[in-house]
């Protein structure tokens, strides 16, 4: 198995772990799929940059 179809395949578990607090209308993404290769995301909420962003230890950190 390659690490595209691992990866996949860990999304798959992950997505279908039980959501916290049971909202059923959630809806979850993968980190690895919105971080990509980069490790960082820049999201723009009501006119302002946020960047969520993987640390070396795996630890996710969203700043202003």
């Keep these: 198995m390659n690490s595209q179809s691992t990866r996949l395949k860990d999304v798959e578990q992950d997505l279908s772990a039980p ?7 959630a809806t979850r993404v993968s980190s690895d799929v919105l971080l ?4 960082r995301l820049e999201i723009v909420h009501e006119n302002e940059i946020y960047r969520l962003t993987r640390t070396k230890n795996g630890k996710l950190i969203l700043t202003k």
């Design 19 to 25: 959501l916290i607090g049971g909202e059923l209308n």
């Design 36 to 39: 990509s290769d980069r490790g």
